[in-house]
């Protein structure tokens, strides 16, 4: 499930897309980010909860817009994500989607299609494990149709601005 639950969707949204180059780093937003990078925990036991309200969050940035903001809040999770869990690499390429996402609106299309075809290696290796049923991050994600909205991204001559991924996109809705 994508959608964010009401805990995360009270949350305020950074005030503005920070892009790097465009803007001072120090113009980003970054009293906001704190108000989520709080709510992680130094550790998550066993697997990072599909429901926490940063994972959601971070989500959400990225399919608003927020691409620097996305990578930042899924980072922090990321880092307190179980070492050699699912949902680490499930993280991982979040992490690189975004990224390229903010590449593309950087118009560097060579950058994000490379930054594209490691997130989808990284969803491939994440199928070669062996799924499980319970209520982690990539328990219920739609890995699959993420690895192919990439693999169809990929196979374009050159990626545009507009190319970018909202992992809504593949939500099972």
Not at 15 to 43: F, H, K, M, S
Not at 112 to 136: F, I, M, P, Q, V
């Amino acid at each position: 499930m994508i959608a964010p639950p009401s805990a995360a969707a009270d949350l305020p949204l950074p005030r503005w897309a920070y892009v790097p180059g465009e803007t001072d780093e120090a113009n980003a937003d970054y009293e906001t980010l704190a108000q989520i990078t709080a709510l992680v925990p130094p550790r998550f036991g066993g697997y990072v909860p599909a429901r926490h309200p940063a994972l959601r969050y971070g989500i959400t940035l990225n399919d608003r817009g927020y691409f620097w903001e996305s990578q930042e809040i899924l980072e922090t999770v990321w880092a307190a994500a179980p070492q050699g869990s699912r949902e680490r690499i499930l993280l991982r390429a979040c992490i690189l989607i975004a990224n390229a996402n903010l590449r593309l609106r950087m118009q560097k299309p060579h950058t994000a299609a490379r930054l594209l075809g490691d997130a989808h290696g990284e969803l491939k290796a994440l199928a070669r494990n062996a799924a499980t049923s319970g209520d982690g991050f990539a328990d219920g994600f739609p890995t699959a149709r993420l690895a192919a909205l990439l693999a169809a991204k990929l196979a374009r001559p050159q990626l545009a601005k507009t190319d970018w991924v909202a992992f809504g996109a593949v939500s099972e809705t």
